[in-house]
């Protein structure tokens, strides 16, 4: 671990320790909003693709949101979607396969994300933005999600239009929110049970939703679109644990490509993984 990463860790740590010894509740107002603050902004070189395609805005909860619109019109639509502290951008390769394959794609930056507004984004607001993409540009056919990208689009989908000839792809969804939460407590050293449930309180009162509610499991119950699930054994971010309960529920909309080696970023750049994900597209 980089020197400045642990220096960051443990000034957090600190942080919200001492927090907590004032307020459990404001110790959990703050570990909420650093689970929703991207890691950083991506500012790097817009793809090739994306260049030559329709640029799109829109706003929502007084934030624009912007993205891309290539080759249309189609009568076939994909949404891409990116994880946490990504971009559209790195979806490129994708999006040349789909425009290929005669798709009409899209492809937005999340809130607090790449060109697009916003420093805290969560689950919830990630999947109004997909609601609200689908209705200005839609109807949309088919979903590649990755990480955060997965849970926000089960959470939208279930409350969407769709039939069992829709499809949807899954790489590395961020399958369970408690998981990822109790992942960020281990990683920060963070052992105060009292601030981690504040920060389950925090949740339950802005959503109306236990912490437990954000999951790709159970969204996937209200979901009939035909599924590919993509996931690596190696992955440390989004664990295969969480996977593996999903395929032991054996929902017959559901299929996997379970891979090893490749972790969580690899896993989607892989020429294998892509010419399967865009064969079942």
């Known amino acids: 671990m980089k020197v400045q990463k642990k220096l960051a860790i443990g000034y957090i740590r600190l942080k919200l320790n001492l927090l ?5 509740r404001k110790a959990g107002q703050v570990a909420f909003k650093l689970f929703s603050t991207p890691l950083i902004r991506y500012k790097g070189k817009e793809a090739d ?3 030559k395609a329709e640029r799109l805005e829109f706003k929502i909860d007084g934030k624009q949101v912007k993205g891309f619109r290539c080759n249309a019109p189609q009568p076939k639509k994909v949404l891409l979607l990116h994880g946490f502290s990504s971009t559209c951008h790195k979806f490129d390769k994708y999006a040349i396969a789909l425009i290929e394959k005669g ?21 919830v607001d990630y999947s109004e933005m997909i609601k609200k993409a689908t209705q ?3 109807p949309v056919n088919a979903f590649l999600a990755h990480s ?11 409350q969407m239009t769709h039939t069992n000839e829709s499809k949807l792809v899954l790489i590395a969804p961020a399958t369970e929110t408690k998981t990822a939460i109790d992942g960020a407590f281990t990683l920060l050293g963070i052992k105060n049970k009292k601030i981690r449930s504040a920060m389950d309180d925090i949740i339950f009162e802005l959503s109306g ?15 009939k679109a035909d599924v590919l699930w993509v996931h690596d054994k190696d992955d440390l971010i989004t664990p295969i644990a969480d996977a593996l309960k999903v395929q032991e529920d054996k929902l017959p909309n559901v299929k996997f490509l379970i891979t ?4 969580h970023q ?15 597209l």
Request: proline share 3%; no cysteine.
């Open 260 to 263: 090893k080696g490749l972790g």
């Open 20 to 24: 907590s010894l004032i307020s459990n």
């Open 148 to 158: 955060f990208g997965g849970i926000a689009i089960s959470l939208a989908l279930e």
């Open 136 to 138: 200005l540009y839609g």
């Open 209 to 223: 939703k236990q912490t437990e509610w954000f999951s790709v499991r159970r969204a996937l119950k209200n979901i």
């Open 266 to 280: 690899k896993i989607y750049r892989e020429p294998s993984v892509k010419n399967s994900i865009i064969q079942f």
């Open 103 to 123: 798709y009409e794609v899209l492809a937005f930056d999340a809130p607090a994300h790449g060109a697009s507004d916003g420093i805290t984004v969560n689950a």
């Open 49 to 51: 693709i994306f260049k």
